[in-house]
């Protein structure tokens, strides 16, 4: 069993940057994928980016490339995502989501269904 808690969540304002962290317990983080989702309202959930277990390479989706970056540090069980250059459409509960190793592929990362545990989320406010 992993329990994941996010943080880092709050309002800034367009342009402005935030990082988020999220807190694995568990003595195996680093044999989990670590990917992030969101979700605004009214909206589906979303896939964001994700860092693979066995090498960790990133992958993002298109409207976040280049902006947002995800890290990790498996001494302390903790995966970032610092988000910079924020937009009114980046407004959402972000999530953050390990899958136990298994697949690296990118089609099956940024399925939300193919991961084991979920945080409860932070909220990221960004206004004009």
């Known amino acids: 069993q992993v329990q994941l808690v996010e943080s880092g969540g709050g309002l800034v304002q367009a342009g402005g940057s935030l990082r988020l962290s999220c807190v694995a317990s568990?003595?195996?983080?680093?044999?989990?994928?670590m990917g992030w989702f969101r979700q605004a309202p009214g909206k589906e959930r979303e896939f964001v980016g994700v860092?693979?277990?066995?090498?960790?390479?990133?992958f993002y989706q298109d409207s976040v490339k280049g902006r947002f970056t995800i890290s990790r540090d498996n001494d302390k069980n903790t995966v970032y995502l610092q988000m910079n250059s924020l937009k009114p459409e980046d407004t959402a509960v972000y999530y953050c989501?390990?899958?136990?190793?298994?697949?690296?592929?990118?089609?099956?990362?940024?399925?939300?269904?193919?991961?084991?545990?979920w945080g409860q989320g932070t909220q990221v406010t960004v206004s004009l």
């Open positions: 860092i693979r277990w066995n090498d960790g390479i990133t």
């Open positions: 568990g003595r195996t983080f680093s044999r989990y994928s």
């Open positions: 989501a390990a899958k136990d190793s298994g697949s690296w592929l990118w089609s099956v990362l940024r399925v939300g269904s193919q991961y084991d545990y």
